[in-house]
């Protein structure tokens, strides 16, 4: 049988957990730090700590964190990458993913999202329910891209940037790295490392 273990039981969990029983992974096991006070997240047991997943990895046949942070989650995957962890892409059978698309490990694409054709994804991002990453964009690692948000043709993204919930990004856009995009914003223009915009049209939060 399949075994599945997923470090992070939260909301964010339950769902990739879901996601990964639709793809075919027969037993799932969460790790949390919250243990043992947290003992189970839905039907799914939680067994142990981040350390205990380090020390048995190879009990598995993928490791997934499922931790909405970004930061912390590149800290996760790196830490189970050293570890020897294998890291696998899930799918959700009703997202529709160009065979011409790359997607990188330990991503997940929920139900409803759209990759299409020469889109690039790197190692540990969310695209999550109902977004769609048109052609030839390239997202960095441990990006999220929120419900509903889109983004346009060869729109760049990169490492760590957040897309809020129903935002759209016109084509050819650049953004930068640890970005924090609104929910619903409209980006029209290139963003820089590390701010934060919002609005119609997006415009840069002041103090970010």
Aim: include cysteine.
């Amino acid at each position: 049988m399949k075994r599945l273990a997923i470090l992070g039981a939260s909301g964010h969990g339950k769902v990739v957990a879901d996601t990964a029983e639709c793809c075919g992974w027969q037993v799932i096991e969460f790790f949390d730090d919250a243990w043992p006070q947290r003992s189970s997240i839905g039907v799914w047991p939680v067994v142990g700590t981040t350390s205990d997943l380090l020390s048995r990895v190879g009990e598995f046949d993928g490791v997934l964190v499922a931790i909405g942070n970004n930061s912390v989650r590149r800290r996760k995957l790196d830490e189970l990458k050293a570890s020897g962890a294998q890291l696998p892409v899930l799918m959700h059978p009703s997202s529709i993913i160009s065979r011409y698309a790359k997607i990188g490990p330990g991503t997940v694409v929920f139900a409803s999202a759209v990759v299409n054709a020469y889109a690039i994804v790197g190692e540990g991002a969310i695209l999550n329910t109902g977004c769609s990453i048109d052609h030839d964009c390239v997202l960095g690692a441990c990006v999220h891209v929120s419900p509903g948000a889109r983004l346009a043709g060869a729109v760049t993204v990169g490492d760590g940037s957040w897309i809020g919930i129903g935002a759209c990004v016109r084509q050819v856009l650049s953004i930068g790295s640890n970005v924090m995009v609104g929910a619903g914003a409209a980006v029209v223009c290139d963003i820089s490392d590390n701010m934060t915009v919002a609005g119609v049209p997006a415009r840069a939060i002041a103090g970010s």
